[in-house]
């Protein structure tokens, strides 16, 4: 639907409704494209598939944490694979493995 408008020492021009746009297109595109980049979980919640162990690094014993671990991946009758460790910065002492269940 077009309609005239007369703006101020200009000549006359059609209006275009907005779904005729290139802008609407282009932000349809990119709302798309976002959308599609989107990831979920394969998990549902509260299936957590791994798990992350806190312990001093001047006192503790790896087996411990592994079979605390494998305790955790037991649920899902799949085992744990320790995978890496962070060191938490807000703490001096702290740090965490991290184990996924495969």
């Not at 802008?23 to 979920?40: N, Y």
């Not at 509260?46 to 955790?72: M, T």
């Amino acid at each position: 639907m077009s309609r005239t408008i007369r703006v101020m020492g200009r000549k006359n021009y059609k209006t275009r409704s907005f779904l005729k746009t290139k802008a609407f297109w282009g932000l349809l595109l990119t709302v798309f494209l976002v959308g599609a980049c989107a990831s979920t979980s394969n998990y549902p919640p509260g299936g957590e598939r791994s798990v992350s162990i806190p312990y001093d690094p001047y006192n503790f014993d790896p087996q411990r944490l592994d079979e605390e671990a494998q305790a955790h991946c037991d649920a899902y009758n799949l085992q744990a694979v320790y995978e890496d460790e962070t060191i938490d910065n807000q703490s001096v002492r702290w740090r965490y493995r991290h184990y996924v269940c495969l």
